[in-house]
Structures are given as structure tokens and as C-alpha cells.
């Protein structure tokens, strides 16, 4: 057994001590104060020591780090979460079955899920306490830092290639190139299970990369968010505001009505209340998608003019910072009209200071949105805001997502091929609608539908012991329960509108808006907080 321990020490120390990787070492602790009493004899101590200093790793019990216990699938995932200062999500909707929410690491699972990091090993199963082989690290290193994985042939050439998986050869590749893992007489050892005393070392030559370790303390650039206000009182608003990711209020308080006339129902003591708190305020205008009222305005030079002018006089009287112009079910004859309205009012908010947003739909080649002229909007509006739901919508003949990922991606790169990236911004739904369907059929042909908020979405789900089924292609859960009926749900949860938040991070876009503000659980300002930090992170410099 000596003979063992004594030859494990070498090979440890052989993959994980030799090598320089070319990287500045951080300075490490000459005698540092012990947490552990069970680390004197490790080579990794000093690395153990200043990662849980960091409070990257942790011991398995007060007083113990087990520094030659395999380290767990689990422990391992947590370790990158917190490398990655990501924050542990405590998620709705649980991402595998074998991960309950009363475990220690579950909000540490869900977040790798939520960015794309964690894998399970089938069935909807994560296994977390199983140990994890040296091949499953390589993977996860590379994909926590966003390294391309290499298909080129491995260099050095490991003798026991072929005991290598065949979906992780890339990523040994990339993180023997990377020099943060190496092998022993000419072996990679794969399947062997990952000491605690190794993953420290091998976490600590991570953590020794300064560029990129740079990059994930550095502050990003906040983005645009939009929170609209619908169904809530100014109190309810301002504490859902308050819990919320939201720097830019858009209450409904404009409207416009026959005759051109605009009402107004301007609260100043959210104005006052906005100013406090450091929050923007650009006020929702609604045309309550009546289709005569609107052509009666656009059509008209007279009342155009006239209507624009109040919208300045209530910009400027209530010294707001834009407007959010949501006019919707215009009759497709009112094209140009409506262009040569956008035009006029962005001169004319643009001469006092203030912004203009213009909210439109997924192109659908429909009367719904052929009065949207996408390429001209975006040369007189500031922002464009695509309304990134009602895939299926309430009434629809089938039942469907709200807003599946593929749905919401195909919307949004179509709108960029006429509008730049930075100037627009997705809205994510934050509800979900109930279907009541007929059985047995595909597409399963809508009965009924009602909205709900995603905290009903929460309740149902308890309620009737719901089992959702994670579906890849969407992009998100689906559902079902019977209640003298057959109901079918499509969820929006963290997880789906994380992916979406990600999808629409990685092309650029100026921020994001949310219908409605008061329809989301906890859970999802964290997601997404994890998704634009996760998204700002470039790991290629």
C-alpha cells in the first residue's frame, strides 16, 4: 500500500506538477493557516489551501478535504460555477430527475444547466455523486471556457487512445494543448476517476490563467431592460421592479383615441420613484389594436402632427427619457403611413433628448405584420423591440410554445437583415398559456387556452404532480395533466428563457424587455443575471 500511495503521489504529480503551461503562477502561501487536517501529506495542499481560501473548493466535512476520495460529478460542476463567479440557481423546474432541490447542489446544477455547461448521463439523470473520470474534466474545462474542442490528432499521442470516448478525444486534445492536464508513460488514463487532490491542481492551473481569469472579474456593460407594467399597481410594480433585473420602467400610460386624441395617465409618483431608485423611464403608447382609430391617425397629416406634438409636450412636462410605442393590428394598407409617422416622431423626440422604441412582431409574411416596414423603422426609431411570443397564440387552432427557442431565433435573425444588432431588443415572455386539448392527436388541436403567470405555472405543476419532459429541439419543458380534461404546457421556466437570453447575447443585440413585469418567479432574474455574465465572458483573447 505504501508502494501505491508513493506511486500515486508521482503520476499525480507528473500530469498536474510538471507542467509550466506557460502561465504566471499566482503566489502561493509559503505556510498557510490549515482548514483541513488531513492535507499535511498531500502534494496538492498548497493548491487546496488557495482555492478554498478563493472559496473555489470545499472540504467534505468540517475539519476534512479527503484529499485521495474521487471527486464527484457534483463537486466538480460546483467548483466551475464558482470559478466562473456564476450564482447558484434555486430553480422552479428541477433539470434532472436525480438532482432534488433540497440537495446541496442543486442551485449549483441548474446554473451549469441553465448556461449549457452540464451534461447528464442519460434518462434525464446527472448521476452527481458519481466519480468523475479524467475525460469527463477535460470536456467540462473546455466547454466552462469556451475553448473550441480540437479534432486535430492528440499531441503527445497517448498510448491508451483507444480507451478514449470518441466525443471526448477533442476536448483531450484541446486541454492537453491548453497543458492543463497531461499523462503519465505515455497514458491519459480517461476512466480514471479524478482524486480531489488532482482536481485541485488541475483547477488551480485554471485559476492561474490570468487573461482569463481577468476577464471574468472584470464589469460588463450593463444592457437595456425593459419592464413593462400591466395588471399590477404602482406599489406591486415598484416591488417587482425592485426583485428584478429592470433598469427601464415602461408603464402603460399613453393611448391613443378616436379622432387623434392622446390619453394620458401619467402616475408622477412613479416618475418621482423611478428618479430614487436611478431607473429610466419610457412610457408605453398603445393604440388598444384598434385598426380604424389608426388608420384615422396615420392617414391624416393634420393629426399626426397634432398627436406627435402632445407626445412632446408630455415628454418634455414630465421630463421622461423616451416613449415605447406599441401599435399593433394596423391594416396593412397603412404601411407608408405608419413609416412616415415613425420618421416624424424620431426627429422630433430625437430634438428634445429623448428615445424612441418601436415594439414589432416575428416577421410572419401576415396581415398582422405587414404594416411593418422593419428596415425603414430602424433608420428612424432608436430602438427596435421584437416581441418574441404568441408563437401560438390565445384562440390559436393548436395548442404549441408561447415561444420556443427556434421560433424566437428564426424571428430575430430575420429582423437582422434589416435592422443593426445594437439597436435592437427581444422581449421574453414571462407567462405561459394553459391548453385545454383534444387527446390523442398531432398537433394537438386547441379546445381553449388561458394565460398564465409563470408562478401559476409553478402551482399547477404541484397541484396535479406534473413530471415535465425537457425537449431539446424547442428549447424548452413540455407537460401534461388531466383535470376532467386534457391539458398540455409548454413551460417557460429559468431555463428556457436563459437559453433565449443567451441565443440573443451571442448576436449582439442592444437588451432585452419583459411581458410582464409581475409574471415571473424569483428564479428567473438570477438565470438571466447568470446568462449576460456567462455571455459577456471572451475567453479567445
Not at 499523462?183 to 490570468?210: I, T, W
Not at 416575428?362 to 418574441?388: C, H, N, Q, R
Not at 435592437?424 to 388541436?445: C, V
Not at 405555472?457 to 431539446?472: A, F, G, T
Request: aromatic share 12%; net charge neutral; glycine share 6%.
Amino acid at each position: 500500500m505504501k508502494r501505491r500511495a508513493k506511486l500515486l503521489i508521482l503520476i499525480s504529480m507528473t500530469l498536474f506538477g510538471s507542467i509550466s503551461c506557460g502561465l504566471q503562477q499566482p503566489a502561493l502561501a509559503s505556510k498557510p493557516e490549515s482548514p483541513f487536517q488531513d492535507i499535511d501529506g498531500s502534494y496538492a495542499k498548497a493548491e487546496i489551501l488557495a482555492l478554498h481560501n478563493d472559496n473555489i473548493m470545499k472540504g467534505t466535512r468540517p475539519g476534512f478535504f479527503a484529499p485521495k476520495q474521487p471527486m464527484t460529478r457534483a463537486e466538480f460542476l460546483t467548483t466551475l460555477v464558482r470559478m466562473l463567479q456564476l450564482t447558484p440557481v434555486q430553480a422552479k423546474v428541477p433539470s434532472y430527475i436525480d438532482v432534488a432541490p433540497s440537495s446541496w447542489y442543486y442551485g449549483y446544477i441548474q446554473a451549469a444547466a441553465e448556461i449549457g455547461l452540464a451534461s447528464g448521463t442519460g434518462s434525464g439523470a446527472f448521476s452527481p455523486n458519481r466519480p468523475l473520470s479524467r475525460q469527463e474534466a477535460a470536456a467540462w474545462i473546455v466547454r466552462a471556457f469556451k475553448q473550441r474542442p480540437s479534432s486535430n490528432s492528440i499531441l503527445p499521442a497517448y498510448r491508451d487512445r483507444s480507451e478514449i470516448a470518441a466525443w471526448a478525444l477533442p476536448y483531450v486534445n484541446a486541454v492537453t494543448k491548453l497543458q492543463f492536464m497531461g499523462g503519465y508513460e505515455g497514458q491519459f488514463q480517461p476512466n480514471q476517476p479524478l482524486s480531489r487532490q488532482e482536481a485541485a491542481s488541475l483547477l488551480y492551473r485554471v485559476h492561474a490563467h490570468k487573461t482569463w481569469m481577468n476577464e471574468i472579474d472584470k464589469e460588463a456593460k450593463p444592457k437595456i431592460q425593459i419592464g413593462w407594467q400591466y395588471g399590477q399597481t404602482r406599489e406591486q410594480y415598484e416591488h417587482s421592479i425592485l426583485q428584478s433585473n429592470v433598469n427601464v420602467l415602461s408603464p402603460r400610460w399613453l393611448f391613443l383615441e378616436k379622432g387623434g386624441k392622446l390619453r394620458d395617465y401619467a402616475d408622477p409618483s412613479l416618475i418621482t420613484w423611478a428618479k430614487q431608485h436611478d431607473k429610466a423611464i419610457w412610457a408605453m403608447l398603445g393604440n388598444g389594436f384598434d385598426m380604424e382609430a389608426t388608420h384615422e391617425l396615420l392617414s391624416s397629416s393634420a393629426e399626426t402632427a397634432s398627436f406627435i406634438q402632445s407626445l412632446i409636450t408630455f415628454v418634455q412636462g414630465y421630463g421622461l427619457q423616451g416613449i415605447n410605442l406599441d401599435f399593433e393590428n394596423i391594416h396593412p394598407e397603412d404601411r407608408p403611413y405608419f413609416t412616415r409617422f415613425i420618421k416624424l416622431l424620431g426627429e422630433q423626440m430625437h430634438e428634445i433628448g429623448a428615445i424612441l422604441s418601436v415594439n414589432v412582431s416575428p416577421e410572419l409574411g401576415s396581415d398582422w405584420t405587414a404594416a411593418f416596414d422593419y428596415e425603414a423603422l430602424g433608420k428612424y426609431a432608436d430602438y427596435i423591440v421584437l416581441m418574441g411570443y404568441d408563437e401560438h397564440w390565445s384562440g390559436a387552432p393548436y395548442a404549441g410554445p408561447v415561444a420556443s427557442l427556434p421560433w424566437v431565433q428564426n424571428g430575430l435573425d430575420t429582423l437582422r437583415r434589416d435592422v443593426a444588432e445594437q439597436q435592437i431588443i427581444l422581449a421574453l415572455p414571462l407567462y405561459n398559456r394553459d391548453w385545454t386539448i383534444k387527446e390523442n392527436s398531432s398537433p394537438p388541436p386547441s379546445l381553449a387556452s388561458s394565460d398564465i403567470s409563470l408562478p401559476k405555472q409553478s402551482e399547477l405543476m404541484r397541484q396535479y404532480k406534473i413530471r415535465p419532459v425537457w425537449n431539446d429541439t424547442l428549447g424548452q419543458y413540455s407537460a401534461a395533466y388531466f383535470n376532467g380534461s386534457a391539458h398540455r404546457l409548454w413551460l417557460e421556466d429559468s431555463r428556457s428563457l436563459s437559453l433565449k437570453y443567451q441565443m440573443a447575447e451571442a448576436r449582439g443585440i442592444a437588451g432585452f424587455a419583459y411581458w410582464h413585469i409581475g409574471g415571473e418567479t424569483p428564479d428567473i432574474w438570477t438565470s438571466l443575471s447568470n446568462a449576460e455574465r456567462y455571455a459577456s465572458y471572451s475567453f479567445h483573447k
